[in-house]
């Protein structure tokens, strides 16, 4: 049996994300409820990799009381999710600094032998790329 980890992010906007990863980094949107017009939760892919989102109204609504997010915290805070591209990652790399995202960590090959470079989303989680 293969493994897989789903990462579900909290995020203030799902349709807005949702916009910032298809049109902005290139992943498909997947599974999207209820809807595209006003949706409250939705997965995205690209290079093998999903993404969960989950709007923090919908997060605070399952979550037992003392467990809920405060709107007002930053996002990602600890946590860098790690996105194995391949050998395109110049050529994605590239793609993206035109696009203007914003890139927190150059291109750059790493003491440990990947090239990587990483980028903050607009909910400030940080995402890095790597050979």
């Not at 909290?10 to 807005?16: F, L, M, N, Q, Y």
């Not at 999903?50 to 996002?75: M, Q, V, Y």
């Not at 590239?94 to 790493?110: H, N, P, S, V």
Request: proline share 4%; charged share 30%.
């Amino acid at each position: 049996m293969i493994g897989s980890m789903l990462p579900m992010l909290a995020v203030e906007d799902v349709k807005r994300t949702l916009e910032f990863y298809e049109e902005k980094l290139g992943f498909e949107i997947g599974t999207v409820t209820p809807s595209r017009e006003n949706p409250m939760f939705a997965d995205v892919s690209k290079f093998g990799a999903t993404l969960e989102f989950e709007s923090l109204e919908g997060i605070n609504r399952n979550f037992r009381e003392n467990e809920h997010f405060d709107p007002r915290a930053k996002r990602g805070v600890g946590v860098i999710f790690y996105i194995v591209v391949g050998k395109d990652i110049d050529r994605y790399y590239e793609e993206l600094r035109r696009k203007g995202i914003r890139i927190i960590q150059e291109i750059a090959d790493q003491p440990w032998g990947a090239r990587t470079f990483t980028i903050e989303d607009i909910n400030g989680y940080r995402i890095c790329f790597r050979t």
